[in-house]
T-cell receptor, first 112, second 116 residues
Framework: DAMVIQNPRYQVTQFGKPVTLSCSQT?????MYWYQQKSSQAPKLLFH???????NEADTPDNFQSRRPNTSFCFLDIRSPGLGDAAMYLC???????????FGDGTRLSIL | AQKITQTQPGMFVQEKEAVTLDCTYD???????LFWYKQPSSGEMIFLIY??????QNATEGRYSLNFQKARKSANLVISASQLGDSAMYFC?????????????FGKGTKLSVKP
């Protein structure tokens, strides 16, 4: 029944070691989003894809990249994670930019 | 710029009673949507209810209703007959239809605790 699936649920990586988080959807939605949520804070949009069009938020660090190889999958790559990148990363989808966004369960990233 | 303000960092409610979570917003765009999400301690964000700026009636979804007062720029969430499973963080969010695609701005959230 899961419609937006994030793997893994928990990810531990070393300081500076590249890490990839994955998101897949069975909703056939056109838009996929990545949010970062630090402890006790609201989610913050990093970037999103509208179909194949990539939209980066102005204050998203260059350390964060994304790929969307097809409609169903979207990846978040963190090239050189720092301690400040420890957070919950939430993937969301929507049919189009004005429709409600549906979130996955999130991946909680820890940096050693 | 858009902004969401949730002034209640934490709320307590007795099981089976109703509770109102406050949300005020600021936007210069005449066309926008307001959303409420629930986030349990496990972390997933669950979409609850949506209100469009041009909708004439207040949105309702089961036990959730949105008290939309456009002139006051408020969009309070009302949960009727609270259940223990309603204990969670609740986020109000806004999206302008005329602005950046997909940019959902969240408030800081309200932590609701339901007491048995």
């Amino acid at each position: 029944d899961a419609m937006v699936i994030q793997n893994p649920r928990y990810q531990v990586t070393q300081f500076g070691k590249p890490v990839t988080l994955s998101c897949s959807q069975t909703l056939n939605h056109n838009v996929m989003y990545w949010y970062q949520q630090k402890s006790s804070q609201a989610p913050k949009l990093l970037f999103h894809y509208y179909d194949k069009d990539f939209n980066n938020e102005a204050d998203t660090p260059d350390n964060f990249q994304s790929r969307r190889p097809n409609t169903s999958f979207c990846f978040l790559d963190i090239r050189s994670p720092g301690l400040g990148d420890a957070a919950m990363y939430l993937c969301a989808t929507s049919r189009d930019p004005v429709q409600p966004q549906h979130f996955g369960d999130g991946t909680r990233l820890s940096i050693l | 710029a858009q902004k969401i303000t949730q002034t209640q960092p934490g709320m307590f409610v007795q099981e089976k009673e109703a509770v109102t979570l406050d949300c005020t917003y600021d936007t210069s765009d005449p066309s926008y949507g307001l959303f409420w999400y629930k986030q349990p301690s496990s972390g997933e964000m669950i979409f609850l209810i949506y209100q469009g700026s041009y909708d004439q009636q207040n949105a309702t979804e089961g036990r959730y209703s949105l008290n939309f007062q456009k002139a006051r720029k408020s969009a309070n969430l009302v949960i009727s007959a609270s259940q223990l499973g309603d204990s969670a963080m609740y986020f109000c969010a806004i999206r302008n239809y005329g602005g950046s695609q997909g940019n959902l701005i969240f408030g800081k959230g309200t932590k609701l605790s339901v007491k048995p």
